[in-house]
């Protein structure tokens, strides 16, 4: 019943009634089918990924998976632990699953030759039946003559700027030396003596010589031609657009249409670069003048490009088989495929 309030006497306050709603969380109203339903989409998309994978990788990619996982073939032992093959690795304690941990590496060939791997080919063929005659013996063979190529020019070119009149008091200008790289043919300033006015990528005449020079030796051979342009650490003016590595390109390039109009076709030129200060002739003395300097670079050859030239007169030269000419090919050809990947047949589209 009503109780009297503090207000007017006699006056019957309201009664209020608050409903209260308690929710309760659960039942199908509730949130865990999206626990299941994010479950549901991972598991779709590791199985679209497997598809995938399974598409995309070769017979013998597959073939090397399985032998991971299988405990019966040869790279694993009888114990249950530790994994073989390609992937496989040691121990801590030096009971494991590993019979070797040496990782044998073999390409396969129609008939054999003696790699680093050790004998690679289906016929059985040994060592001594080629004679020792292997790749590395082969490539180091084709190596010898292609520096006593280089140590050849570099001499006729000594020679030849030395019976020139007007060409020999600018031999202190020339520098030729064999590097790893290949024959390295540099035209350099001396104190006074520049071979391009300050600042200009236009040739002096005397420098147009030293590279006409230079071309004559240069179409003799048949390597690949890199043009550097090289400064010294003598910098622009702050704020200049123009700086040592614009100059050292644009005298590289300059030293390309020089070798053009002598008849060196331009397909030979694998780059043509301005390296600025950055590889000085004399590093501890970088503002030295000689690291003015232009270097024709004749790169050593692709291996492949030399045994297609001349692999049957090198096989002979160390006492082998012209055989094994077509094997090292085909190993040179194996090693450039890499492990390779099989292209599926059409477009791959995810959901």
Do not use: C
Not at 115 to 136: F, H, I, P, R, W
Not at 140 to 157: G, H, V
């Amino acid at each position: 019943m009503a109780k009297k309030g503090s207000g007017t006497p006699g006056e019957v306050q309201p009664i209020i009634i608050i409903k209260k709603i308690k929710k309760v969380a659960g039942g199908h109203h509730g949130g865990a089918w999206k626990v299941a339903y994010a479950d549901f989409v991972t598991a779709m998309m590791a199985f679209f990924l497997l598809l995938w994978l399974l598409n995309v990788t070769t017979d013998e990619q597959k073939n090397a998976i399985s032998n991971f996982f299988d405990p019966t073939h040869p790279m694993v032992s009888e114990s249950q632990s530790g994994a073989g093959g390609v992937l496989g690795g040691t121990t801590v304690s030096p009971d494991g699953a590993m019979t070797s941990t040496v990782q044998n590496i073999n390409v396969q060939q129609s008939s054999g030759v003696t790699t680093k791997g050790g004998q690679v080919g289906s016929a059985g063929a040994k060592s001594g039946d080629l004679k020792n005659a292997t790749l590395e013996k082969l490539e180091e063979e084709l190596r010898k003559r292609e520096t006593e190529r280089f140590e050849k020019a570099k001499s006729q070119l000594e020679k030849e700027i030395e019976r020139t009149p007007e060409l020999a008091e600018l031999k202190k200008h020339l520098l030729v030396d064999v590097t790893p790289e290949g024959l390295r043919i540099q035209i350099i300033d001396q104190d006074g003596e520049p071979m391009f006015p300050s600042g200009s990528a236009v040739m002096f005449d005397k420098t147009k010589n030293l590279v006409k020079l230079a071309s004559g030796a240069i179409k003799k051979m048949p390597n690949q031609i890199s043009v550097r342009g090289h400064t010294d650490s003598m910098a622009y003016r702050t704020g200049s657009d123009y700086t040592n590595w614009e100059l050292s390109a644009d005298r590289a390039n300059s030293t390309r249409r020089v070798l053009r109009d002598t008849g060196i076709d331009e397909k030979r030129l694998s780059n043509v670069m301005g390296k600025a200060d950055t590889d000085p002739l004399f590093p501890d003395r970088p503002g030295d003048s000689q690291n003015r300097r232009i270097s024709i670079l004749l790169e050593r050859e692709d291996l492949n490009k030399m045994i297609d030239r001349e692999g049957d007169s090198a096989a002979r030269a160390i006492g082998a088989p012209e055989e094994i000419v077509d094997q090292a090919k085909k190993v040179l050809e194996d090693a450039a495929k890499g492990p390779g990947y099989k292209q599926s047949p059409g477009d791959v589209y995810f959901p």
